[in-house]
């Protein structure tokens, strides 16, 4: 290979396993060293290295550590969205796992094992790996691995022996995907396929992938059919009143709409009761509640937000959020990568961004307005009169605060926004 070269999946998969496990074991303790490997590791995994570098992950770390005990295994699983998808990620997944000596294993949002099936001999052998029930696959604390990793990048990712960073995970090949709730991009958990060495193949990447997409869209026919299921009982409520109201989910998307433009989503108050509650788009409503969700009739005396504060948090790797407190509620809203970016440059730049600004600031392409103007829209269904434009910018009276990571260079690390960048770059949150 010629120097600084770059490794990508086919040129592993070409070589046989003992040829591609020795070489990535040399650019990884090239790479521990300080040294210049003389053939880079893959983007993905590069980035992760040092990331866990900086994180101070102990690459000899004991991955049998920190197993959950059976009932809190137990309540996880109860807990997890990914319940209902079972039967599918079985059917679609195991059976070629098993033919193929691989296990399907399938985590949290946290990186925790919830379930594992799949072909006998290859259970036994992540047993001793410590790929196990309750343990703990988080990227910071594991390292490079196919199912931390992939809830970091929030993109499929296949590690293949000495590409994970904690040694005794070497014998091991594992490709995760993550998959996300379809109503806001929140993750839920990742779906691996692992195995030995000699079971790794570059079309186990796209495998994967297709069933975390399958299991999104599955989780997307559930949501819409819960939403019909709320209109047909909001329908004829709504149809006897006659001021403003609408009947949401308990995301806050919206069903059924009366005296008013409909809208796809409203953001909800952190612990939304029966009473009256502070909705950002709507101003006071009086709320009742419905089975699948809640009625929201609009106030229609006028009143203010009083002063307002807003938080932005992009401290955490991957679950950004955005809190409101003022005098007539707090509430807080999950955000998409995409969001989190756009509210995170407005910060940069308290006297506001044009539209190509933002797209410049986003994309490094100015003429991609159409985009900017479709998030902000998007945006404005949940910040309502707290977000302004022409230019964009958060409302004048509103007091904004960005919480940042201690470490400047894990500031919103999937993005490749190039403001994002920039200030990963520059060593500045702010």
Known sequence: MNKDST??????????????????????????????????????IGDSWQRMLRDGVDPDYDVHSGVLTAEQLEEKRQASPLVPL????????????????HIMVIS?????????EGHHGVLRMADRLGLTLGAHYAEDVVGTNGIGTPLVTRRPVQVFSAEHFVQSLHPWMCTGAPVKDPR?????GVVDISGPLDTMHPATLPWVYSVAQLAEARLREQWQGG????????????????????????????AAVTGMPPVDRVALPKSLAEGCCWVPALGACSVTPLPGGWLLMVDEEP???????????????????????????????????????????LALHPAGRSASALAEDLFGDPTRTVTVRAEMSRVRRY????????????????????????????????????????????????
């Open 7 to 44: 490794l990508d999946l086919a040129r592993l998969a070409a070589m046989d396993v003992t040829h591609s496990s020795r070489l990535l074991k040399g650019v990884r303790e090239a790479t521990l060293s300080g040294l210049r490997p003389r053939v880079r590791p893959r983007p993905v």
């Open 86 to 101: 079972l039967p599918m990620l079985r059917e679609a997944l195991v059976t070629v796992a098993d033919a193929t000596q």
């Open 108 to 116: 949290d949002a946290d990186g925790r094992i919830l379930w594992r």
């Open 184 to 188: 806001d991009g929140r993750l839920l």
């Open 227 to 254: 939403l019909e299921r709320l209109r047909s009982v909001a329908a004829p409520v709504l149809a006897r009143m006659s001021g403003r109201a609408l009947a949401v989910d308990p995301f806050g998307w919206t």
């Open 303 to 345: 009143r203010t937000l009083g002063a307002t504060r807003i938080a932005l948090d992009v401290r955490r790797p991957r679950r950004w959020s955005l809190e409101v407190s003022g005098a007539a509620a707090t509430w807080t809203h999950e955000l998409s990568p995409r969001h989190a970016e756009l509210l995170y440059v």
């Open 383 to 430: 910040l309502g009169p707290l977000l302004a434009h022409r230019p964009y910018r958060f409302a004048d009276d509103a007091d904004v605060a960005v919480l940042l990571p201690d470490d400047p260079r894990d500031l919103l690390p999937h993005s490749v926004a190039p403001a994002v960048v920039a200030a990963r770059a520059a060593g500045s949150g702010l």
